[in-house]
């Protein structure tokens, strides 16, 4: 019998107070060596469980193997997460708090009174009464995102080890680092990982299963000016500062941005401005369910700069787009047993599924574009990179209960 440490609540709280923050001004992969510490960790407690070959490589990646128990050719899944946390909102020195019993209402963090989890604006919590929540102290992010999802893989790769009576194929463990910043599975060596298929467990609500996910481009707008000195610039000098204002004032007010959009709608998001009278940058990320979308939108900016600049005869520009990453829903739908036995797996949880979309990305984007389609099971976390995220111990146990009926039901079938 394996000696049980921890429970997943107990497991969440020590990696949430581990300092993972990525960077992403940073030129090293990963982009932190504090993503690391938890990572050996996770290393540590996965060689206590018995599973001798998990490793940390160079470049932050935990892989781990959970041997198959069964003599059916079952294809090998990975089970995905990240232990990265966003650098929207400080994320050093985390101070979990559990409510528990919470009967409703707002919730006020005990680190900063001003910190309120408003009731009115996180509906999610109505379906929470009596359950523990875990909130943070309301001076720094919580970190479910993901370690929520970090949590609920070891959690289950501890029941599946402790309980061999459930049958399963081989199941690969995959820990990454930088995903909050793009770069999560730049260096995964994928012939190393050895897998059929995948799932991220990275969501939010519980029963919500992810199929569909943004596709992305970053973009950049190089604005070359002419500087002069001001005493004698008059009718000469082009302030490139200036032409970035006027580029940006002429996106639309009432649509196709973040704050103006929802459901299946995209957006041009400006997300820095850097520089001087003589040159400046501003960068955007450009989502899309539909890559015909984005460059849509890529062709709205050329338009917008094209007729800025026609104004300004010494001066330039240039636009660099980058892909991020694609709509995973065009390789998992090729093969439906994907989704179909998650959704299976969820209702034997006792929940109802929700198939549905997610309006940013995940490891499992990119993951499936280089051969291993990789949908989004729920975590259970709420307000992601904020001071105000929050998380259900009980939803958590449901997002672990899933994972282990994922792998029957795959065996089941196979």
Known sequence: MLKKEFTCEERFIRYA?????????????????????????LVNELHEMGISD???????????????????????????????????????????????????????LSGDSSKVILFSEHPELANQIGNDIITTDGTTLLGADDKAGVAEIMEAVYYLLNHPELKHGKLRILFTP???????????DMNKLGADIGYTIDGETLGELQNETFSADSLVINIQGFNIH??????????????????LDKLPKDSLSPETTHGKEGFVHPVSING??????????????????????????????NEVLSEYKKSSYKIEVTESY?????????????????????????????????????????????????PNIFAGGHAFHSVLEWISVQDMMKAVETIVNLV???????
Request: net charge negative.
């Open 408 to 414: 029957q039901v795959w065996e089941e079938n196979s």
């Open 178 to 188: 930088d995903e909050e910043i793009g770069r999560g599975v730049d260096k995964v």
């Open 276 to 305: 001087d009278v003589d040159k400046a940058i501003i960068k955007f990320i450009i989502r899309d369910f539909e890559t015909d979308g984005l460059k849509l939108k890529e062709g709205l900016l050329e338009d917008i700069c």
């Open 17 to 41: 107070r581990i300092w993972t923050t990525s960077d992403p001004d940073s030129g090293s992969f990963p982009s932190t060596d504090r993503q690391k510490d938890l990572s050996q960790l």
């Open 230 to 247: 001001p005493g004698f610039a008059q009718g000469r000098l082009e302030n490139a500062i200036k032409i970035a204002a006027e580029i």
């Open 326 to 374: 694609r709509n995973m829903k065009e390789i998992v739908d090729k093969d439906p047993r994907i989704i179909e036995y998650a959704m299976e797996a969820i209702r034997r949880a006792g929940v109802k599924p929700k198939l549905c979309s997610i309006r940013g990305g995940t490891d499992g984007s990119r993951l499936s574009f280089m051969g291993l389609p990789c």
């Open 54 to 108: 998990a490793e940390l490589d160079e470049y932050g990646y935990v892989y781990a193997t959970v041997p198959s128990n069964t003599d059916k050719n079952v294809p090998v899944i990975c089970l995905c997460a990240h232990v990265d946390t966003s650098p929207d909102a400080h994320g050093e020195n985390v101070n979990p708090i559990k409510h528990e019993n919470y009967n409703g209402g707002d919730i006020i």
